[in-house]
C-alpha cells in the first residue's frame, strides 16, 4: 500500500483489508462499471500509477469543471487497485444515475479493436466488485447493483443500451458490454469472487437516519458490547433485524446500534428531470437544490403535499416514488 497525491494504491489483497475497515455514511446501492478509453494501455509504464490518477483528476477538474476526480476508483491493467473520489460523494460518471453508486473506472479502451484485457486487471474486476457488493450487503450480483455506462441514455435513464449514449466500458469489455454478454461474462466472474452464487441478503426491514453526532455500532444488542464501529449525524443506515429497540444494521455481521438516537425514513426515488428542492413545504421558498431522474432520497416527513427530506429540503409528493 502506498499513498501519494492524496491517492492511495493498493494490491487487491490490501483492498481487500482496506475496504473492510472503513464506513461509509451514503447509502450504496450499485457498483457502476467504466473504461477510461484515455490514458490506455499504451500510456501506462507499470510504474506510472499515480501519474495517471493525477492527470485524470486534473482533467475531470480543470476541464470537465468537476470538484474532484470522477471515479471512486481505478483498476489498473496490472491489477492494482487506486482511490479516487471519497466514498462518501457521489460520483460523476453517469449523468443522472450517480446517488448511491460506487464508480470503477477500469483503465484501458475496451471497446473493439483498442486494449485486449489482461487477465490480472480483469481478475482485480470481478474481486473489486464482489467485495463492494459484500462489504456494503447489495446481495446476489445482477444487472440492479452492477450496471454499465452504455446502459444508461443521456437523462440518466437505465434502457440496457438502446440508447445507449456511450459504449462505456466498451464493446470488448469482458465479453461485450450488452445485457446478455454481462449475464453470461461478467456475472460468472463475480460469483466465483464472491465464492459461488449467494442467496442475497437478508431482507431490508426499514431504513433509519442517525441524530446523534456520533453513534456507536457494537457486537451486540447490548449497552457494554464491544465498540466496532460509529457512524455520524446524518447517515442512512439498513436495519435487517429489531431486537429489544436495537436494530441490526449489517446483514451479514453482528453489528447492532441502539434506536434511541435514530428515527425511521423511507427511501424514494426522483421520478422527474430538473426535481427543484425548496427550502420549505411551498412553491414560495427558495430553491436550495435540483434533483435529477433517478436520483435516490429519503423521506423524514409530511407537511400537506409536500416531503421532507433532510433539513430545509422539501420536494412535492407528486416528484417522488416513494418505496413499497
Not at 494501455?41 to 474532484?68: A, P
Not at 448511491?100 to 473493439?112: P, Q, T
Not at 466500458?169 to 469482458?174: C, L, N, Q, R, V
Request: with cysteine; aromatic share 10%.
Amino acid at each position: 500500500m502506498e499513498t501519494k497525491y492524496g491517492f492511495t494504491k493498493f494490491s487487491v489483497q490490501e483492498f481487500l483489508s482496506w475496504i473492510g475497515g472503513i464506513s461509509v455514511a451514503r447509502t450504496l446501492d450499485r457498483v457502476q462499471q467504466h473504461h477510461t478509453w484515455k490514458p490506455r494501455y499504451s500510456g501506462f509504464g507499470g510504474n506510472n500509477h499515480f501519474e495517471l490518477q493525477r492527470s485524470m483528476k486534473r482533467h475531470h477538474v480543470d476541464t470537465n469543471g468537476w470538484s474532484d476526480i470522477g471515479q471512486h476508483f481505478t483498476i489498473f491493467p496490472d491489477g492494482t487497485v487506486m482511490t479516487g473520489r471519497p466514498l462518501n460523494r457521489s460520483p460523476a460518471c453517469i449523468y443522472g444515475a450517480n446517488s448511491g453508486a460506487v464508480c470503477i473506472e477500469n483503465l484501458g479502451n475496451f471497446d473493439a479493436g483498442g486494449d485486449v484485457m489482461l487477465d490480472e486487471q480483469k481478475q482485480a474486476i470481478f474481486r473489486v466488485t464482489a467485495a463492494l457488493l459484500e462489504r456494503f450487503g447489495l446481495g446476489e450480483p445482477s444487472e440492479d447493483n452492477i450496471v454499465y455506462h452504455h446502459w444508461y441514455d443521456s437523462n440518466g435513464n437505465k434502457k440496457f443500451g438502446v440508447d445507449g449514449v456511450k459504449s462505456c466500458p466498451g464493446t470488448a469489455f469482458i465479453g461485450g458490454n450488452k445485457l446478455p454478454d454481462f449475464k453470461e461474462h461478467f456475472l460468472p466472474g463475480v460469483r466465483a469472487a464472491l465464492g459461488g452464487a449467494r442467496s442475497g441478503p437478508v431482507g431490508v426491514v426499514k431504513w433509519i437516519h442517525v441524530d446523534a453526532d456520533w453513534l456507536p455500532i457494537r457486537a451486540e444488542a447490548a449497552s457494554d458490547a464491544k465498540i466496532v464501529d460509529r457512524v455520524g449525524l446524518g447517515a442512512i443506515l439498513r436495519v435487517f433485524e429489531e431486537r429489544d429497540r436495537w436494530y441490526r444494521v449489517s446483514n451479514s455481521k453482528s453489528h447492532w446500534v441502539y434506536s434511541r438516537n435514530t428515527h425511521p425514513v423511507r427511501r424514494a426515488t426522483v421520478n422527474t428531470i430538473d426535481t427543484n428542492c425548496r427550502t420549505g413545504p411551498g412553491m414560495q421558498f427558495d430553491i436550495v437544490e435540483v434533483y435529477n431522474k433517478g436520483d435516490r432520497v429519503f423521506v423524514h416527513g409530511r407537511r400537506g403535499n409536500w416531503l421532507s427530506i433532510g433539513p430545509d429540503q422539501w420536494i412535492h409528493e407528486t416528484l417522488l416514488d416513494i418505496d413499497a
